[in-house]
C-alpha cells in the first residue's frame, strides 16, 4: 500500500502540488480574521484561583486597571504654583479619559477636619492663590497624613502622582486598551504645551501602561521578527543546502506551513498573545526538517546518477517513516502544553502541533511536483563532509568510555544545578532596561510609590458587620502584622480613614485617634464624611457599599515573584492563626498573579511533559519493534532538557511563566533527531552490519541532516532573544539551548550507549 501511495505521489505530482498550495491558501485565508489581545489578563486561565481573586475585588470595590503619571519638578517645588497647576489639570483631563472612573491626586484630596465637634472636609489645596506660608502649612499637613504619602506624595515631599483608576468592560480588550492608551498620549502631548509644564518630567506607569507596553512589543515583534527569521533562514538553508532549487522548495514549504498555522488561528477564533503569536515563526523553524531530509537524499541519489524520478521514489521510501513519526511525535510534544495553565501557551501548542502536520503533508504534496519539475542536481554533503562524519563516527566509537563517562558527570552536575532555578516572574522586566513603560515604572518605584501590590478583602458575613469592632480591630491587627514586615512599604485600609474621623470628631485631639468604639459610631462617621464629600467621590474602594467587606492594599518593595509568593504564604498563615471575626483571604493582584503562576504552570507541565513521553516512547517500541531501541532512544530524549535547565540554573536562574513550557515544547523536537538517526541505524543492523558499522552508516547518511536541521533550529529560536519581551527572549535562549545539547546528545551520547546496550 505505502509503494502505491508513493507512485500515486509521483504520477498524481501536479494534482497534488496543486491541492497543497490551494489548501495553504484556504488556510492562510483565516488571517483575515486574526484579532490580537495584549490584556495581562489573558495569560491567566478563567478558573485561575489569582484571577477569581481579582475579579472578586473588582466586583465589590473598584477595578484594579489604573494609570498613574508621575510628576517631578526640577526643583523638587510639589507645592509650587506651577506644579499645583500641572496637578490640577492633569487630574481633571485624566478624568474625562475614557473609561475613567475616578482620580486621586494632592488637589482631589479631601482631609476631615474638627471644628467645635462638627466634621469638615474640605479639599487639602484649596482653589485660587496661595501664600508662601498657605503653601508651606498646606505641605506639612500633607507630609504628616498617612493616607496620601507614599501614595500620591513621596515622602520626602519632592514628586507626586496623579492615580487615575478604569473600569473596561473587556468585551473589546484591545480596542479598549489602545482608547485609553491613545487618548493618555495625547492628553500628554496637549500638558507639554502647557505653561506650567515647564521644568516637570513626567513619567507614565501602572497597569493600564502595562497592558499599552505589551501591545507596543507584540507588535513590534510581529514587524520585526518574521521578516528577520525569514531572511536568515532563507540565506541558511541557501548555504547549507548548496542548492536554489532545494532552497527554494524548502521556502516554498516553510511559507505553506506557516500561513496555514497562522491562518488556522483566524478560522479557531484563537486571539494571539505574545506566546502564540511566535506559532508561525516556530513552524517556520519546525518545517525545515522534513524538507532538508528528503532533498538531501535526492541529492545524493542524484550523484550516483539515479533519474529525478528514481531519486524522488527513493527519498519518499527511505524518509516517509520517519518524517512521518517525527512529525507526530513533534505534535504530541506541543499539544501536551494543553496541560498549560496558561491560556497563551495551549495556544502556541495548539497552533503548532496544526503547523507540523501541515508541513509534513506539504512536503509530500508539493516537494515531488517541485524536484521533478526543477530536478536537484547538487547534493547538500560533499565526499569530504561524508568522509568527515565517518572519521566522528570512528571517534566516538575510539573513545566512547571516556564519553560515556564525561556524559554521566555533564548530567549529574545539571542534575544538582537545576535547584538553582528560582520560579517567578517581574512583570516590570518583561521589557527592555529603556522601555518607557519600564524606565517610568522603576522611577515611581523609586521615587514616589511602590507599584508591586498585593489586595486583601476580608468579608464581615452580613451587611454592615465590617464596621463592627471586633472586625476592625482584627483587621487593624492584621494591618500592623503587615508593616512589620520587611518586604512592605505601606498599608491602606478603611482603618485609616476611620481613626481620622474619630480624631476629626473630637477637635483633632491626637489622643483621639485609634478606631470608634461602636459599630454605630464608625456608621455615623463614615456617613457624614461622604455626605460631605464631592459627587462621585467616596470610600467604597475601601469598604464595599453595604459595608460587608472591607479592603486592605498592601504595598511592597521591588522584590522577586518568588519572595512575593512567600510573603502571601506567611500571611495567610497569620490570618489562620488569627482572625475569628473576619473571613481569611488570599492575596490578589498582578504581582501575585503572575508570582503564583510560573509555579503553577511548571507543575502541571511536568505532567503534560510526562505524558507526552510516555506517548512517544510507545511509538518509538511500535516503529522500531525493539524494547532494547526503545529504551536506548529515552536518554538523548530526556538529557537535553536536563541539561539546559541546569546550564540555566547555573547561569540566569530564573524560570518564569515562559520557560514552564520548554520541556515538553523541546521534547517533541529532539526527538526527531534520535529516530531518524536509530531509523538508519536499526535498517543497518537489521542488513546485518555490526554495531560499530551501523553508527558509521547512520552517522554519514544522516548526519549532514540532522547537523542542517539542528543548526535551523538552533538559529530559528536563538532569534527569538532579539525580541525586546523578556519571556520570548528567555523561551528562545532555552529552547536553543536544549536543542544544542540534544544535537550533542545524539552524536556524541547516542552512539556509546548503543554500542554498550546493543550488542546482539
Given at each position: 500500500?505505502?509503494?502505491?501511495?508513493?507512485?500515486?505521489?509521483?504520477?498524481?505530482?501536479?494534482?497534488?502540488?496543486?491541492?497543497?498550495?490551494?489548501?495553504?491558501?484556504?488556510?492562510?485565508?483565516?488571517?483575515?480574521?486574526?484579532?490580537?489581545?495584549?490584556?495581562?489578563?489573558?495569560?491567566?486561565?478563567?478558573?485561575?484561583?489569582?484571577?477569581?481573586?481579582?475579579?472578586?475585588?473588582?466586583?465589590?470595590?473598584?477595578?484594579?486597571?489604573?494609570?498613574?503619571?508621575?510628576?517631578?519638578?526640577?526643583?523638587?517645588?510639589?507645592?509650587?504654583?506651577?506644579?499645583?497647576?500641572?496637578?490640577?489639570?492633569?487630574?481633571?483631563?485624566?478624568?474625562?479619559?475614557?473609561?475613567?472612573?475616578?482620580?486621586?491626586?494632592?488637589?482631589?484630596?479631601?482631609?476631615?477636619?474638627?471644628?467645635?465637634?462638627?466634621?469638615?472636609?474640605?479639599?487639602?489645596?484649596?482653589?485660587?492663590?496661595?501664600?508662601?506660608?498657605?503653601?508651606?502649612?498646606?505641605?506639612?499637613?500633607?507630609?504628616?497624613?498617612?493616607?496620601?504619602?507614599?501614595?500620591?506624595?513621596?515622602?520626602?515631599?519632592?514628586?507626586?502622582?496623579?492615580?487615575?483608576?478604569?473600569?473596561?468592560?473587556?468585551?473589546?480588550?484591545?480596542?479598549?486598551?489602545?482608547?485609553?492608551?491613545?487618548?493618555?498620549?495625547?492628553?500628554?502631548?496637549?500638558?507639554?504645551?502647557?505653561?506650567?509644564?515647564?521644568?516637570?518630567?513626567?513619567?507614565?506607569?501602572?497597569?493600564?501602561?502595562?497592558?499599552?507596553?505589551?501591545?507596543?512589543?507584540?507588535?513590534?515583534?510581529?514587524?520585526?521578527?518574521?521578516?528577520?527569521?525569514?531572511?536568515?533562514?532563507?540565506?541558511?538553508?541557501?548555504?547549507?543546502?548548496?542548492?536554489?532549487?532545494?532552497?527554494?522548495?524548502?521556502?516554498?514549504?516553510?511559507?505553506?506551513?506557516?500561513?496555514?498555522?497562522?491562518?488556522?488561528?483566524?478560522?479557531?477564533?484563537?486571539?494571539?498573545?505574545?506566546?502564540?503569536?511566535?506559532?508561525?515563526?516556530?513552524?517556520?523553524?519546525?518545517?525545515?526538517?522534513?524538507?532538508?531530509?528528503?532533498?538531501?537524499?535526492?541529492?545524493?541519489?542524484?550523484?550516483?546518477?539515479?533519474?529525478?524520478?528514481?531519486?524522488?521514489?527513493?527519498?519518499?521510501?527511505?524518509?516517509?517513516?520517519?518524517?512521518?513519526?517525527?512529525?507526530?511525535?513533534?505534535?504530541?510534544?506541543?499539544?501536551?502544553?494543553?496541560?498549560?495553565?496558561?491560556?497563551?501557551?495551549?495556544?502556541?501548542?495548539?497552533?503548532?502541533?496544526?503547523?507540523?502536520?501541515?508541513?509534513?503533508?506539504?512536503?509530500?504534496?508539493?516537494?515531488?511536483?517541485?524536484?521533478?519539475?526543477?530536478?536537484?542536481?547538487?547534493?547538500p554533503v560533499t565526499k569530504g563532509v561524508q568522509q568527515g562524519l565517518v572519521r566522528l563516527a570512528d571517534g566516538v566509537i575510539r573513545w566512547r568510555r571516556p564519553l560515556l563517562a564525561g556524559g554521566l558527570v555533564i548530567v549529574v552536575v545539571a542534575i544538582v544545578a537545576i535547584p538553582q532555578n528560582r520560579f517567578g516572574d517581574d512583570y516590570v522586566q518583561f521589557f527592555e532596561e529603556?522601555?518607557?513603560?519600564?524606565?517610568?515604572?522603576?522611577?515611581?518605584?523609586?521615587?514616589?510609590?511602590?507599584?508591586?501590590?498585593?489586595?486583601?478583602?476580608?468579608?464581615?458575613?452580613?451587611?454592615?458587620?465590617?464596621?463592627?469592632?471586633?472586625?476592625?480591630?482584627?483587621?487593624?491587627?492584621?494591618?500592623?502584622?503587615?508593616?512589620?514586615?520587611?518586604?512592605?512599604?505601606?498599608?491602606?485600609?478603611?482603618?485609616?480613614?476611620?481613626?481620622?474621623?474619630?480624631?476629626?470628631?473630637?477637635?483633632?485631639?491626637?489622643?483621639?485617634?485609634?478606631?470608634?468604639?461602636?459599630?454605630?459610631?464608625?456608621?455615623?462617621?463614615?456617613?457624614?464624611?461622604?455626605?460631605?464629600?464631592?459627587?462621585?467621590?467616596?470610600?467604597?474602594?475601601?469598604?464595599?457599599?453595604?459595608?460587608?467587606?472591607?479592603?486592605?492594599?498592601?504595598?511592597?518593595?521591588?522584590?522577586?515573584?518568588?519572595?512575593?509568593?512567600?510573603?502571601?504564604?506567611?500571611?495567610?498563615?497569620?490570618?489562620?492563626?488569627?482572625?475569628?471575626?473576619?473571613?481569611?483571604?488570599?492575596?490578589?493582584?498582578?504581582?501575585?498573579?503572575?508570582?503564583?503562576?510560573?509555579?503553577?504552570?511548571?507543575?502541571?507541565?511536568?505532567?503534560?511533559?510526562?505524558?507526552?513521553?510516555?506517548?512517544?516512547?510507545?511509538?518509538?517500541?511500535?516503529?522500531?519493534?525493539?524494547?532494547?531501541?526503545?529504551?536506548?532512544?529515552?536518554?538523548?530524549?530526556?538529557?537535553?532538557?536536563?541539561?539546559?535547565?541546569?546550564?540555566?540554573?547555573?547561569?540566569?536562574?530564573?524560570?518564569?511563566?515562559?520557560?514552564?513550557?520548554?520541556?515538553?515544547?523541546?521534547?517533541?523536537?529532539?526527538?526527531?533527531?534520535?529516530?531518524?538517526?536509530?531509523?538508519?541505524?536499526?535498517?543497518?543492523?537489521?542488513?546485518?552490519?555490526?554495531?560499530?558499522?551501523?553508527?558509521?552508516?547512520?552517522?554519514?547518511?544522516?548526519?549532514?541532516?540532522?547537523?542542517?536541521?539542528?543548526?535551523?533550529?538552533?538559529?530559528?529560536?536563538?532569534?527569538?532573544?532579539?525580541?525586546?519581551?523578556?519571556?520570548?527572549?528567555?523561551?528562545?535562549?532555552?529552547?536553543?539551548?536544549?536543542?544544542?545539547?540534544?544535537?550533542?546528545?545524539?552524536?556524541?551520547?547516542?552512539?556509546?550507549?548503543?554500542?554498550?546496550?546493543?550488542?546482539?
Amino acid at each position: 500500500m505505502l509503494q502505491s501511495a508513493r507512485e500515486g505521489l509521483i504520477v498524481w505530482r501536479g494534482v497534488c502540488a496543486a491541492v497543497a498550495v490551494l489548501v495553504s491558501l484556504i488556510a492562510s485565508a483565516g488571517m483575515m480574521y486574526l484579532s490580537f489581545t495584549t490584556d495581562y489578563r489573558a495569560f491567566f486561565s478563567e478558573d485561575n484561583p489569582d484571577l477569581k481573586q481579582l475579579e472578586f475585588i473588582e466586583q465589590n470595590f473598584a477595578r484594579a486597571e489604573t494609570l498613574v503619571i508621575t510628576l517631578a519638578p526640577e526643583d523638587g517645588a510639589v507645592f509650587s504654583a506651577d506644579t499645583l497647576d500641572a496637578v490640577r489639570w492633569l487630574s481633571d483631563q485624566a478624568l474625562r479619559l475614557p473609561y475613567a472612573k475616578g482620580v486621586s491626586s494632592i488637589t482631589e484630596y479631601y482631609p476631615a477636619r474638627g471644628r467645635e465637634g462638627e466634621l469638615v472636609v474640605q479639599p487639602l489645596i484649596p482653589e485660587g492663590p496661595l501664600t508662601d506660608s498657605a503653601r508651606a502649612a498646606i505641605r506639612a499637613e500633607a507630609l504628616a497624613d498617612e493616607r496620601i504619602t507614599g501614595i500620591m506624595l513621596a515622602r520626602d515631599g519632592d514628586v507626586t502622582g496623579i492615580i487615575a483608576h478604569f473600569e473596561l468592560p473587556h468585551e473589546t480588550p484591545e480596542k479598549e486598551i489602545q482608547d485609553v492608551a491613545n487618548a493618555t498620549r495625547d492628553m500628554m502631548a496637549r500638558f507639554a504645551q502647557q505653561p506650567f509644564a515647564d521644568g516637570i518630567t513626567t513619567h507614565l506607569a501602572g497597569v493600564m501602561m502595562l497592558n499599552d507596553a505589551m501591545s507596543d512589543t507584540l507588535l513590534g515583534e510581529a514587524r520585526s521578527l518574521y521578516p528577520i527569521a525569514f531572511v536568515v533562514m532563507f540565506l541558511l538553508l541557501g548555504l547549507l543546502l548548496r542548492s536554489f532549487t532545494a532552497t527554494a522548495a524548502t521556502i516554498a514549504v516553510i511559507l505553506m506551513s506557516a500561513g496555514t498555522t497562522m491562518g488556522a488561528a483566524g478560522w479557531l477564533g484563537i486571539t494571539l498573545t505574545s506566546p502564540s503569536l511566535t506559532a508561525g515563526l516556530v513552524v517556520m523553524t519546525l518545517a525545515v526538517a522534513d524538507c532538508v531530509h528528503m532533498l538531501s537524499t535526492i541529492g545524493l541519489r542524484a550523484v550516483q546518477g539515479d533519474t529525478p524520478r528514481t531519486a524522488m521514489l527513493h527519498s519518499l521510501r527511505v524518509n516517509f517513516l520517519p518524517i512521518l513519526l517525527t512529525s507526530v511525535t513533534t505534535s504530541i510534544g506541543f499539544l501536551g502544553l494543553n496541560l498549560s495553565d496558561s491560556p497563551p501557551y495551549r495556544d502556541l501548542g495548539n497552533l503548532v502541533a496544526i503547523g507540523v502536520m501541515a508541513a509534513f503533508v506539504f512536503s509530500l504534496l508539493f516537494l515531488p511536483w517541485w524536484t521533478l519539475r526543477f530536478p536537484v542536481r547538487r547534493p547538500p554533503v560533499t565526499k569530504g563532509v561524508q568522509q568527515g562524519l565517518v572519521r566522528l563516527a570512528d571517534g566516538v566509537i575510539r573513545w566512547r568510555r571516556p564519553l560515556l563517562a564525561g556524559g554521566l558527570v555533564i548530567v549529574v552536575v545539571a542534575i544538582v544545578a537545576i535547584p538553582q532555578n528560582r520560579f517567578g516572574d517581574d512583570y516590570v522586566q518583561f521589557f527592555e532596561e529603556d522601555h518607557p513603560f519600564r524606565v517610568a515604572t522603576e522611577f515611581t518605584n523609586e521615587e514616589l510609590t511602590g507599584m508591586q501590590y498585593v489586595e486583601y478583602v476580608f468579608d464581615a458575613s452580613g451587611d454592615g458587620q465590617a464596621l463592627e469592632p471586633d472586625f476592625l480591630r482584627e483587621l487593624d491587627a492584621y494591618a500592623e502584622w503587615l508593616r512589620q514586615q520587611p518586604e512592605v512599604r505601606k498599608v491602606s485600609s478603611i482603618i485609616g480613614v476611620l481613626e481620622s474621623l474619630h480624631r476629626a470628631m473630637n477637635d483633632g485631639d491626637p489622643a483621639f485617634e485609634r478606631l470608634p468604639d461602636t459599630r454605630q459610631e464608625a456608621a455615623q462617621y463614615l456617613l457624614l464624611y461622604e455626605l460631605s464629600l464631592p459627587s462621585g467621590v467616596d470610600v467604597t474602594h475601601l469598604v464595599n457599599i453595604h459595608k460587608s467587606a472591607a479592603r486592605m492594599s498592601v504595598q511592597l518593595d521591588t522584590i522577586s515573584s518568588e519572595a512575593i509568593r512567600q510573603f502571601d504564604q506567611r500571611a495567610l498563615a497569620w490570618q489562620q492563626a488569627n482572625l475569628q471575626a473576619a473571613e481569611v483571604t488570599r492575596g490578589a493582584g498582578v504581582s501575585i498573579m503572575f508570582a503564583h503562576i510560573a509555579r503553577r504552570n511548571f507543575v502541571s507541565m511536568l505532567w503534560g511533559t510526562g505524558i507526552a513521553f510516555v506517548v512517544i516512547c510507545l511509538m518509538l517500541l511500535a516503529a522500531f519493534r525493539s524494547p532494547r531501541l526503545a529504551l536506548i532512544s529515552m536518554a538523548p530524549n530526556l538529557l537535553p532538557a536536563i541539561i539546559g535547565f541546569g546550564v540555566w540554573g547555573l547561569t540566569i536562574g530564573q524560570v518564569g511563566l515562559s520557560l514552564a513550557v520548554v520541556g515538553s515544547l523541546t521534547l517533541g523536537i529532539i526527538v526527531d533527531d534520535t529516530l531518524h538517526l536509530l531509523n538508519r541505524y536499526a535498517r543497518a543492523r537489521r542488513d546485518g552490519a555490526t554495531p560499530e558499522d551501523a553508527i558509521r552508516e547512520a552517522l554519514s547518511q544522516v548526519g549532514l541532516a540532522l547537523g542542517i536541521t539542528s543548526l535551523v533550529l538552533f538559529t530559528g529560536f536563538a532569534l527569538f532573544t532579539t525580541s525586546g519581551f523578556l519571556l520570548t527572549v528567555h523561551f528562545g535562549a532555552l529552547t536553543a539551548i536544549v536543542i544544542a545539547a540534544a544535537l550533542l546528545a545524539d552524536f556524541l551520547l547516542l552512539p556509546p550507549l548503543l554500542l554498550w546496550l546493543d550488542r546482539r
